[in-house]
């Protein structure tokens, strides 16, 4: 059975103020300075002009809940189309997730929104002929009126030196996350176990 681990930079702050990049942070207060009422904002008032530069790096993805959690990719910033080679808007995120890394992929969803919390990570993608990517994603849920935040915006960048992908090359897979840090927005970390499946 795979063990999935996180990392400890949740308690290490100054860690990972060092790991994450100028763009993550900058996206980070871009989505702290959208107006709230409790801990998040609402997904009405979320004003794309405050992402502007950002926006080519930016995804939206609506969280399905259920017995086995489902996800639909409703808006794909140009570079990370230009990462992702392949449509991928209308899709559930999960389709790309390596089935031993689904469930703990599950799990960091339904906290991100249950307990309301942003995400930071580190992973790669193989593609065909040998060639990878580093990516850095952050990711801050948003409420709904109507219901529970079941809606996400997301931020990926690339990590270390750039690799373009030609359109024609399929991503062979998605490696397990190198760094793994939740970002307190207000209530607190949540609780994860340290290992797990």
């Known amino acids: 059975m795979e063990i999935d681990h996180v990392d400890v930079l949740e308690r290490e702050p100054d860690a990972l103020s060092q790991q994450?990049?100028?763009?993550?942070?900058?996206?980070e207060a871009?989505?702290?300075?959208?107006?709230?009422?409790?801990?998040l904002p609402d997904r009405r008032d979320l004003?794309?002009?405050r992402f502007?530069?950002?926006l080519p790096d930016i995804?939206?993805?609506d969280i399905i809940p259920g017995e086995q959690t489902r996800s639909r990719v409703c808006v794909v910033g140009e570079r990370i189309r230009e990462r992702i080679p392949f449509p991928v808007v209308g899709q559930d995120y999960f389709h790309f997730v390596p089935a031993h890394m689904r469930a703990a992929s599950e799990r960091r969803l339904r906290t991100l929104v249950g307990h309301p919390c942003g995400l930071w990570q580190?992973?790669?993608?193989?593609y065909q002929r040998g060639l990878f990517k580093s990516l850095e994603l952050t990711a801050f849920p948003l409420?709904?009126?109507?219901?529970p935040p079941q809606l996400m915006i997301l931020a990926v960048y690339s990590r270390g030196q750039a690799c373009d992908v030609p359109a024609d090359l399929a991503m062979i897979s998605l490696d397990r996350a190198t760094?793994?840090?939740?970002?307190?927005?207000?209530?607190?970390?949540?609780?994860w176990p340290a290992v797990g499946g």
Do not use: Q, Y
Request: hydrophobic fraction near 50%; include cysteine.
């Open 20 to 27: 994450r990049t100028k763009d993550s942070l900058a996206f």
């Open 30 to 39: 871009a989505w702290r300075a959208l107006p709230r009422n409790g801990f």
């Open 47 to 49: 004003s794309l002009h």
């Open 52 to 54: 502007k530069k950002m």
């Open 59 to 61: 995804a939206l993805l």
């Open 122 to 126: 580190v992973l790669g993608i193989h």
């Open 143 to 147: 409420c709904r009126v109507e219901g």
């Open 179 to 191: 760094a793994t840090a939740f970002l307190d927005v207000g209530a607190g970390l949540p609780i």
